[in-house]
């Protein structure tokens, strides 16, 4: 018994009152506890920032890689949603961001949906605004929408591109689009030009085809008649000349 009770005024002197933490001592806690606070801050500020930037980078790549996917398989829809997604992300390389955005406004175009082609297409021209195909794709894109005011004016940017860079296809396909949009506008007089000046720039048969239909169509016969027949007769092997 007696040891019992040397065990007991042991285990009680053992969890005296005056062992707890003093006022003054948690504060040092709470001190300690904020330096490392803003110590991992700052080393989150320093590398992990950066690191969370990459992985959301990485994210878009992964994005636009699957709607590519699903894009192949036939899956618009779905291919639709996750370019979209991608481009939300973002990517640190501009080129990635056009050619996402380009394989998103394809897919907008074909299913008749021109808003949210030119949204996207407007995104990858903010970061390459000298991209030629992204340009191309803006064309199209108001063209079928009908405004033919903004598809005038990108098909001039896309033209003077060509211009600047000594691409005579750029030029080529610009002019051409030019044509279609006045001849959808309703102007046979400048599509006439337009598709001869595509023709110029590059001989073709699309192009003379074009040019004799609205020659025609405003009565300049001979024209017509002389651009037709070129194109007949030498449209298909300058074009495969060209192709190659």
Do not use: C
Request: glycine share 8%.
């Amino acid at each position: 018994r007696k040891a019992l009770q040397r065990s007991m005024s042991q285990a009680s002197s053992e969890t005296n009152v005056s062992d707890m933490p003093t006022p003054a001592s948690l504060a040092l806690l709470i001190a300690a506890a904020s330096v490392l606070f803003a110590v991992l801050v700052f080393v989150y500020g320093a590398i992990g920032g950066p690191f969370v930037e990459r992985l959301d980078e990485r994210l878009g790549e992964v994005l636009a890689t699957e709607g590519r996917a699903l894009r192949d398989a036939g899956e618009t829809d779905l291919a639709m949603a996750r370019l979209r997604q991608a481009l939300d992300a973002g990517f640190r390389d501009r080129r990635q961001t056009a050619l996402a955005a380009q394989d998103y406004a394809r897919l907008a175009i074909a299913a008749g949906d021109f808003d949210a082609a030119v949204t996207a297409l407007n995104q990858a021209r903010e970061a390459d605004p000298d991209d030629a195909w992204n340009l191309a794709l803006l064309t199209e894109a108001y063209r079928k929408a009908g405004l033919h005011e903004d598809a005038l004016g990108t098909a001039r940017e896309w033209r003077e591109l060509g211009e600047r860079t000594g691409s005579d296809g750029a030029r080529r396909w610009a002019l051409y689009n030019e044509g279609l949009i006045y001849r959808e506008a309703g102007d046979d007089a400048a599509a006439f030009e337009a598709f001869r000046a595509s023709h110029e720039a590059v001989p073709n048969g699309q192009s003379a085809y074009q040019a004799a239909a609205a020659a025609a169509r405003i009565g300049r016969v001979d024209d017509a008649r002389r651009l037709a027949q070129w194109a007949a007769e030498h449209g298909e092997s300058a074009e495969r000349r060209q192709a190659e």
